[in-house]
C-alpha cells in the first residue's frame, strides 16, 4: 500500500507561484511513477506531468515551460513548481503512483486526498 499526502494547494494571483507537494508513505518510492493530475469543476480528471524512476520528465502541453515535476527519493517525496499560474489553471491538483508508466489517470493504482489551487485574475 501507498498513501499520498499533498500540501502546498491556495489562492495565488494569475502570473504568480505555487510549489506543491506529496509525500508518500512507502518504503520503495524510488521504484514509482509519480503523477500529477488536475480536476476542475464539471471537468474530467487531467494529466499534468509525470516523472519515471529514471528523472525523466514529462509535461502536457498546456503547462509546459510553466510548470516543473521533481522527486527526491530520500524524502519520499515528489513536487510540482507552478509558475506564471493563469485562472484556467484553476483546479485539485492530485499526485498519484504506480510501478508503471502512463499518461492516463485510470492506470494508477495509488492517490492523494488532493489540494486545492486557486488563481485569481
Known amino acids: 500500500q501507498v498513501q499520498l499526502v499533498e500540501s502546498g494547494g491556495g489562492l495565488v494571483q494569475a502570473g504568480g507561484s505555487l510549489r506543491l507537494s506529496c509525500a508518500a508513505s512507502?518504503?520503495?518510492?524510488?521504484?514509482?511513477?509519480m503523477g500529477w493530475f488536475r480536476q476542475a469543476p464539471g471537468k474530467e480528471r487531467e494529466f499534468v506531468a509525470v516523472?519515471?524512476?529514471?528523472?525523466?520528465?514529462y509535461y502536457a502541453d498546456s503547462v509546459k515551460g510553466r510548470f516543473t515535476i521533481s522527486r527526491d527519493n530520500a524524502k519520499n517525496t515528489v513536487y510540482l513548481q507552478l509558475n506564471s499560474l493563469k485562472p484556467e489553471d484553476t483546479a485539485v491538483y492530485y499526485c498519484?503512483?504506480?510501478?508503471?508508466?502512463?499518461?492516463?489517470?485510470?492506470?494508477?493504482?495509488?492517490w492523494g486526498q488532493g489540494t486545492q489551487v486557486t488563481v485569481s485574475s
Open positions: 498519484a503512483a504506480d510501478l508503471s508508466f502512463s499518461w492516463s489517470p485510470g492506470q494508477y493504482d495509488y
Open positions: 516523472i519515471r524512476r529514471s528523472g525523466s520528465t
Open positions: 512507502v518504503r520503495t518510492f524510488s521504484a514509482y511513477v
